[in-house]
C-alpha cells in the first residue's frame, strides 16, 4: 500500500482548506487504527501526529487526531503503522513497500559483512 500521501499530499490548499485526497486518506487510517481493539484505549487510538506530547504515545478521540494530523503531519518515517495493529515489516518487505516492487533487497541495503539483516523487524516509527 502506497503510503506517500502522509508526508507527499499538501494538507492544506491555501494554507486554510483542508486538502480532500489527504482528508480521505486520512480518514482510512483512522477507520484502520479503530478496526484494531488491542491497540487502541476504548474509543481512543495513539495519536501519530508530530506534536511533542502525541507521537504515538498518547490516546486522543478520532477528530482530535484528524485535527492534529492535518495541523501538524504525521511523525516522521511512520510508514509502518506498529502503533495502530500492523506487524512491522522486515527489511524486504519494508523496501518492498516503501517503493512499490516485489524485488529482493538491493545490494546496497547490506552491510558491510554482507548481512542484509532480513531477520531484523525493522521499526517504521520516526523519534
Known sequence: ??????????????????NPDFERQLLEFITFALSKPRFADRKNIRCPCNRPKCRNTTFRD???????????????????WVHHGEPRFSLTGYYNH?????????DYAYDLH???HESDEVDAVGP
Open 1 to 18: 500500500m502506497d503510503r506517500s500521501w502522509m508526508y507527499n499530499i499538501d494538507r492544506l490548499i491555501n494554507g486554510n482548506i483542508v
Open 62 to 80: 478520532p477528530e482530535t487526531v484528524k485535527v492534529h494530523v492535518i495541523t501538524e503531519g504525521f511523525v516522521p518515517y511512520y510508514y509502518n
Open 98 to 106: 516503501m517503493t512499490g516492487s516485489n524485488t529482493p533487497v538491493p
Open 114 to 116: 554482507g548481512n542484509n
